[in-house]
């Protein structure tokens, strides 16, 4: 049976205070994921890095997956917030090139980046987590801007939704070794062009 902590929901920040707070959790939990398997790693351990008590942890995260799976999700908002360029000429490359940039910049910490891919499936396909704080968005937007598409089409947006799934699936290959790194980008830049072309006789 699930621990009332684990099915409670997640509490969010109202002050500047709160967010503050929330953001040192994360970064304690990064940093921990980064040198300890997900399965060593433990709440108590995230509180007392991130110097809070063990209960406001789980009233903020009420999982270990959730803290990872939030931790994915600020590491994605960043590198598009911060460092995703929206180019100019060849938006369909850019976007491609892009993807591959951000698995690149995921890949450098491979243990955190498992545990933060294992922690967003489980989060995504909890039916109880309506609100699951996957990158999808984040990258939608990001893809969605580079296209300079304000008011894309619902057939627009499903291929967007398709190429995320389908980097999702190459970053995965890419940390259980299914895949090299050279495959990966191709991989990811061919997902692109066939998801996001839209004249098929210019691939």
């Known amino acids: 049976m699930p621990r009332v902590a684990e099915v409670r929901k997640a509490a ?4 500047e205070r709160q967010a503050e707070r929330r953001d040192r959790m994360l970064d304690a939990a990064a940093s921990l994921g980064t040198e300890t398997p997900f399965e060593q790693v ?11 008590a063990l209960g ?3 009233r903020y995260f009420p999982s270990k997956v959730q803290i990872f799976a939030a931790v994915f999700a600020a590491r994605v908002a960043h590198y598009v917030e911060k460092e995703w360029p929206t180019g100019d000429g060849d938006a369909v490359g850019t976007v491609g090139e892009n993807l591959v940039a951000l698995t690149c910049r995921l890949m450098e910490q491979p243990l955190l980046c498992a545990s933060m891919v294992r922690a ?4 995504y396909s909890d039916p109880l987590e309506s609100q699951a704080p996957v990158p999808e968005s ?8 580079t296209l300079g598409e304000d008011g894309p ?5 499903t291929a967007v939704r398709m190429l995320v799934y389908s980097w999702w699936g190459v970053l995965v290959a890419g940390l259980s070794g299914r895949t090299s790194d050279t495959q990966a980008s191709y991989e990811i830049k061919l997902a692109a062009r066939l998801l996001l072309t839209q004249d098929p006789g210019r691939l």
């Open 12 to 15: 969010a920040p109202n002050s």
């Open 56 to 58: 406001t942890l789980y």
């Open 153 to 157: 089409s619902q057939e627009r947006v």
């Open 120 to 123: 967003t499936v489980a989060n």
């Open 42 to 52: 433990q709440m108590q351990e995230i509180a007392k890095a991130a110097d809070v």
């Open 138 to 145: 984040h990258l939608y937007s990001a893809i969605l801007r």
